[in-house]
């Protein structure tokens, strides 16, 4: 079973970046431009 720890991005919805109302756009500081997340170990799946 594989177990993904990693999940979109939700900050720039997978983009990577997103663009700013300035003008121009942003490397997403949340995921460092990959479009996702990693997210971590959540309720207690515990491993010996
Ligand atoms: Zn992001």
């Keep these: 079973m594989e177990n ?3 999940t979109t991005c ?3 919805k997978g983009n990577g970046y997103f ?3 300035t003008g121009g ?3 997403c500081p ?3 431009g990959t479009g996702n997340v ?3 170990a959540t ?3 515990s491993s010996s």
């Design 4 to 6: 993904k720890s990693q």
């Design 10 to 12: 939700t900050y720039c």
């Design 19 to 21: 663009q700013l109302v």
């Design 25 to 27: 756009s942003e490397t």
């Design 30 to 32: 949340s995921c460092q």
């Design 38 to 40: 990693e997210t971590a």
């Design 43 to 45: 309720t207690g799946s």
